[in-house]
Structure formats: C-alpha cells, structure tokens
C-alpha cells in the first residue's frame, strides 16, 4: 500500500537528518546577508548617480537598472555559473550566489535609493546650497537622513525578495537551503516533509521582515 | 559687497532679467519690490548663485562668482538666505539646525556652535525650542529660526526672498520685528518683500522691478512720497489701500 507522500516515517526521516536542512539554511542565510550588502552598496551608489544632475552619471545608471531589472534572474546566475568560466573565470557557486542575486537586486534598489532622494523637496538643496554645502556635503548632511525613513520599507520589502530569490542557487548545486532539500528528497523520494520543512525556513526568515515593514508602514503613515 | 553687471536670466523661453544692473554698498538695507513675476526672485537668487545668470557678472566681497566656480560655496558661508518657505531641516532639532553649518563648513567646536546658536535662538525669542523640531513649531516660529540659523554663521550679507509671504496674517509682524532689529547692525540687507511698511521703514533704497527690469529706484520718501514712473505709481497705488 502507498504511505502516502506525508506518512509519519517521513517526517522522521527529516528530523532524524535535520543537518542536512541546518546547513542549507546557513548557507541561505550567508548568501542573503552578503547579497544584501551588495545590493545596498551597489543600489546606494547608482541610487545617487541616477539622482544627480549629470547626464554622464545619469546615463550608466539607466542601462545597469534597465539590463537586470528586465532579464531573468535565473539567466544572470546561468552566466556567471556557465558563461564565465569560457572567459577563464570559475567563480565557486557561493560567489555566483552573492554577486548574481546582489547584482540583481541592486538594480531595484537603486530605484529605491533614487525615488526616496527624489522625493526630498527641492527647498532641502537650496537651503544647503545657501549655507555653503556642496552637493556631495548636501547630499550626507541634509538629503539622505530625510531619505531614510521614505526608503526603510521598500528596502526591507526588497530584503524579502532577496532571500528568496537565493533559491535560484538550486538550479545551480549552490548548496543553499532549497538545494539541500530537493537533493536530499532527491535520493528517498522524501519530497513532501522536505519541501514543507524548507517553506517553513523560508517563512522564518521573510516573515519577521515582512511583519516589520508592514509596521514601519503604519508608523509613517500615522506621521505623514 | 555686491555688483550684477549686465545680468541676463532666460528660463527656457522666459526672459526674466533683462541688463540688470546693481550695486548693494557695505551696510545698505536694500527691498526689492514689484508684482509678482517681475524677476524679483530670480535677481535674489543671483546673487548667491542659486541661479546662474545666462549672461553678465555678479561679484560678492570681491570675488567674481560668476568666474569662480570653486569659490561660490565659500563665499555662500558669508551669505544668509531667508526663504519663503523656510527650508528647516525637519530631521534636525532648532538647535541642530543653527548647528550643522557652523560645525561642518567652519569646524566649530560643537559647544561653541551650540553656545552662539543659544544666544541668537534668544534673540529671535525661540531658546525654549532649542529641542523641539521644525515640524512643531508654527510658520512664524520656523522663519525666526531659519533667520537664527543664517545668523549662526556670522554672515555679511543677508538675503529675504519674500519672508512672510507664507505667513498667517498674524506671524508677519513677529518676523517682521526680528528683521528689523537685524537692520540695525552692520549687515548688508536685500530683502525681497510685498510688506511695505518694512520698506518704508527699514530700508536705505528701494528698487521697485517689472518685467525683468529695474524700472525705478530711490529712498523710500521717494518712492512713497514721489515716485516719477506711471509704472511704479500704478502698482503703488494697487498695493497701498
């Protein structure tokens, strides 16, 4: 008789060899943190270029969002992963996951970054601008602490995205949670208990930030 | 202190300084009238390079703003300006904002920015909102410290541009009294302003523009008493009911 893709002994299974999930799940974490810092130092940076005044600054901005924010994730990782190594450069999966996913999610943080500068009113400069602050000195003094409380959710809404879509590592043995449990369900057809396991890893990640956007949203919204 | 020569402004199509020419001496209280639209605003905004003339020359203290890129930030340290709409920095306390020029452009110690800052939050009659934000205080309240904060930098020339006009009714004179009293000292003054019991007032010369010139100037008993362009009678005679 089938067991079913639930039954009890399955369930054990998965506690029994938990390490395996514990492992995915640290590398699921490490990749996203890192990934994330990069995203933020990448998205801060075109952030501003894309919100200065400059043509030539403006420009480069524009092509870096437009060519990662409409290609597929999963093309950008398939390239650093297979494309690169023609070019001499092997890069370890670990790598690919914290520059593609970064890369990519850089672009819409640059977006962010751009629309929260945008969003500070024009008054802000001039009133800078008048006291003797250059733009570079306007931009950290005045401009981007009154960005920081437009942006904080976005940024944290994009952080949720971001861990998820680490999980395109899978597709390329990146060892992170999703490939742990699809290549351990993989070898005793265990898939029901280890998919629902790794969702509820997921969930322990992006919920906590999700609940605290949906918090910060109602603070601001309550202020403005 | 100050000299425009030949000063051209267009906005695309818009050509709203014509060949201005203006020179503010050390100490003179200068206003600026005119209906709305005149360039007013765009001439004051000149001076400090907010705006950067299409054509001609502005000079400050000396320096030819309009040849010195690299100095216009240096010499902005010497030049206050009042907006409409005050500008406070919402993310900054009162004091914080009288602070944050002097410590980062002059590299003031902080106790000595917070000290001088304290004394001028006295003198606009705010130094119990030393802690408060800009958010909580009313229009009136907010421009006294936008003047404390330009003050903080010890600043030679004072710009307005339209001060009150922002302002209930009520919070004019409040404003109008801390400007006054500014006028007492050394301190070059252009204030732009439709108020002009101030002009009369307070001011050593007036300018009165329309359509992107100057088209009359004078003291003020001139100008209230006497004015000889039809121009200028009409929009006195509009103005002062």
């Known amino acids: ?224 | 202190m100050i000299q425009l020569e030949n000063v051209d402004k267009h906005f695309g199509a818009a050509h709203v300084l014509k060949n201005i020419n203006l020179v503010v001496a050390p100490a003179e209280k200068l206003v600026v009238i005119g209906p709305s639209g005149s360039g007013k605003s765009t001439l004051i905004r000149c001076i400090n390079l907010l705006e950067k003339p299409s054509k001609g020359r502005v000079t400050v203290d000396d320096v030819e703003l309009t040849a010195h890129k690299a100095y216009v930030h240096t010499v902005r340290e010497s030049i206050g300006m009042v907006f409409q709409n005050f500008n406070l920095y919402p993310h900054k306390t009162v004091l914080e904002n009288l602070t944050l020029a002097p410590i980062k452009l002059k590299k003031i110690p902080r106790a000595e920015a917070e000290a001088s800052g304290l004394g001028y939050l006295e003198r606009v009659g705010l130094k119990d909102k030393a802690s408060a934000y800009p958010s909580q205080l009313s229009g009136g309240q907010q421009q006294r410290v936008a003047i404390a904060r330009c003050l903080n930098m010890h600043p030679k020339i004072m710009l307005f541009d339209e001060p009150t006009s922002a302002l209930d009714p009520e919070m004019i004179q409040e404003v109008l009294d801390v400007m006054t009293d500014l006028a007492k000292e050394g301190i070059t003054m252009v204030v732009v302003t439709h108020e002009m019991g101030f002009a009369r007032n307070v001011a050593d010369r007036v300018i009165f523009m329309d359509e992107g010139r100057i088209v009359e100037e004078g003291t003020p008993e001139h100008f209230f008493t006497n004015p000889t362009q039809d121009r200028t009678k009409l929009f006195l005679s509009r103005i002062l009911r």
């Open chain 1, 1 to 224: 008789m089938n067991p079913g893709p639930f039954a009890l002994f399955k369930w054990e299974a998965v506690a029994a060899e938990w390490p395996v999930f514990a492992t995915g799940f640290g590398t699921t974490a490490l990749v996203s943190l890192l990934a994330l810092l990069l995203a933020l130092a990448l998205g801060l940076a075109f952030g501003m270029a894309g919100a200065s005044t400059s043509k030539g600054l403006r420009g480069p901005t524009r092509v870096y969002v437009e060519f990662f924010q409409n290609t597929p994730l999963v093309i950008q990782v398939f390239f650093l992963y297979n494309g690169l190594p023609y070019a001499g450069l092997v890069l370890p999966v670990f790598a690919v996951g914290v520059l593609g996913v970064g890369i990519y999610h850089g672009a819409y943080v640059a977006e962010i970054i751009r629309a929260g500068i945008e969003a500070v009113p024009k008054g802000q400069k001039e009133a800078a601008a008048s006291q003797g602050f250059n733009a570079w000195q306007t931009m950290v003094h005045v401009v981007l602490p009154q960005t920081r409380r437009i942006v904080l959710p976005p940024l944290a809404n994009q952080a949720v995205f971001l861990i998820k879509n680490t999980s395109v590592l899978a597709m390329v043995a990146g060892g992170d949670l999703m490939y742990q449990a699809d290549s351990w369900a993989a070898g005793n057809l265990y898939y029901g208990p280890a998919y629902v396991v790794t969702g509820l890893l997921y969930l322990a990640l992006c919920l906590p930030l999700s609940r605290w956007v949906r918090r910060m949203e109602k603070t601001s919204a309550v202020q403005a």
